[in-house]
């Protein structure tokens, strides 16, 4: 079984540039996080999806952040324009619906603003 | 959700058991106790969870107190590959699916 999927691996920018994230969740998985992870730090949520809807975009910084699921697989996180504090690793995760099920995680897409 | 605390950073001898303690003093009846790793350059990995009874599988023995207010994970022989940092989270069980608050971890070292 595939894992979940996330490309880059690895993103340079100057600050005020844009950027996107591209996840792909493990098959079947309705729930889809993003997660970043400051250096040194866990994981922290940024968005959840439920299908198509974000039930929980709290963490999100909506002035710079967007954040997209169509057709409640793929999912795309977007950050215009990135800061320098924006530098970290943002990771997308993936699990069954209802329940606290575990959470699966892509291998992270590490951006580098300078 | 409660607050969990970890040493953190632990040693370890190859092939000795690793015990990773975890204390959740103000955890309430509904949470579970998960344990994720995180190998360096990788996304988390969960490990295991449980409410309140031990638990075991293929990866790690989960030995929770009586009193739920703090719990051990158990790698039983430790290898290279297990140097990681140790997530310790509190979780609701019930309702939708909920999101994961780790803290900073216990950086496990694995050595020779």
């Known amino acids: 079984e595939a894992g979940v999927v996330q490309s880059p691996r690895y993103k340079i920018i100057e600050k005020k540039q844009p950027v996107a994230f591209w996840c792909n969740p493990i098959s079947g998985h309705n729930t889809l996080y993003w997660y970043r992870q400051n250096l040194g730090q866990g994981p922290e949520l940024l968005i959840r999806?439920?299908?198509?809807?974000?039930?929980?975009d709290s963490q999100l910084p909506k002035d710079r952040f967007s954040a997209e699921r169509l057709k409640g697989v793929d999912s795309t996180l977007k950050i215009q324009p990135a800061e320098l504090g924006d530098s970290a690793v943002y990771l997308c995760?993936?699990?069954?619906?209802?329940?606290?099920?575990?959470?699966?995680f892509g291998p992270g897409t590490r951006l580098t603003v300078t | 959700d409660a607050k969990t605390t970890q040493p953190t950073s632990m040693d370890c001898a190859e092939g000795r058991a690793a015990n990773l303690p975890c204390n959740h003093s103000?955890?309430?009846?509904?949470?579970?106790v998960y344990w994720y790793r995180q190998i360096h350059s990788q996304g988390p990995q969960y490990i295991i969870h449980g409410l309140k009874n031990n638990e075991t599988n293929e990866m790690a023995s989960l030995i929770i107190t009586e009193d739920r207010k703090s719990s051990t994970l158990i790698l039983p022989h430790a290898t290279l590959r297990d140097t990681a940092v140790y997530y310790c989270i509190v979780r609701p069980s019930t309702g939708t699916a909920s999101k994961l608050t780790f803290g900073t971890g216990t950086r496990l070292q694995v050595t020779l």
């Open positions: 999806y439920e299908n198509e809807e974000a039930v929980d």
């Open positions: 103000t955890i309430s009846g509904n949470e579970y």
């Open positions: 995760a993936s699990s069954w619906t209802g329940g606290a099920y575990e959470q699966y």
